[in-house]
């Protein structure tokens, strides 16, 4: 999974500070996906994009921003952080098989805000 | 999107002993992932299916998907240590994952 990085892998940060997690692909994959994961809740879809310049909700987008301006990165910002954001983030990209999306997940970011 | 329910959320198991988490929707689902994420790490993908009824198998492992594809379910057959891990399954075009099955193996 060399071909997909997150940074950083670790961030502290207060509530109301606005963070930018990052995520690269050296795949060129059109897919790219950001979830959280939280204790009880699995995987969670906050944003994806189809391609570069085309972004969508996923199923918990309040409180984030997303860009996809070049198809390699597809970096996570929280405007202004609040505890409950306090998470694991996993972005991934993907390659079609049999018409479906199959997912190679970065190694992830912890995010803890105080 | 196409909402998935997995159970059991945990299973305890001793080495040697088999292993199976189920996943079910209410609707009918165009495929199904399986994915296996080990303690600290990030989700692997482990296999796709699409047919109705089909049937694949890695080693040890047997995955199916149900003929109503509405269901599918993960068997682990006498599990191992490097078993270890939390099992996710997810379908649909924007792969909406269930919650997981959290697997610990007593050695």
């Known amino acids: 999974d060399a071909g997909i990085t997150q940074s950083p892998r670790y961030k502290i940060t207060e509530t109301g500070r606005q963070v930018t997690l990052m995520c690269h692909q050296t795949?060129?994959?059109?897919?790219m996906f950001w979830y959280r994961q939280d204790l009880g809740h699995g995987l969670r879809l906050i944003y994806y994009?189809?391609?570069?310049?085309?972004?969508d909700k996923g199923e918990v987008p309040d409180g984030y921003v997303v860009s996809r301006s070049k198809t390699e990165n597809f970096p996570l910002t929280l405007e202004s952080a609040t505890r409950s954001q306090t998470s694991v983030y996993f972005c991934a990209s993907s390659l079609t098989l049999a018409g479906a999306n199959v997912l190679t997940f970065g190694a992830g970011s912890r995010l803890t805000v105080l | 999107g196409q909402q998935v329910m997995q159970i059991p959320q945990y299973q305890h198991v001793q080495e040697g002993e088999d292993f199976t988490t189920y996943c079910n929707s209410s609707?009918?689902?165009?495929?199904i992932q399986w994915y296996k994420q080990r303690p600290g790490g990030h989700p692997v993908f482990l296999i796709q299916l699409v047919k109705s009824g089909e049937v694949k198998k890695q080693k040890r492992l047997t995955f199916q998907f149900g003929e109503a594809k509405k269901n599918s379910s993960l068997h682990i057959t006498a599990t191992q240590t490097t078993d270890v891990g939390t099992y996710f399954c997810a379908s649909g075009s924007r792969l909406t994952f269930g919650e997981g099955t959290q697997l610990t193996v007593n050695p």
């Open positions: 609707t009918t689902l165009s495929n």
């Open positions: 994009s189809a391609a570069a310049d085309i972004t």
């Open positions: 795949w060129s994959h059109s897919y």
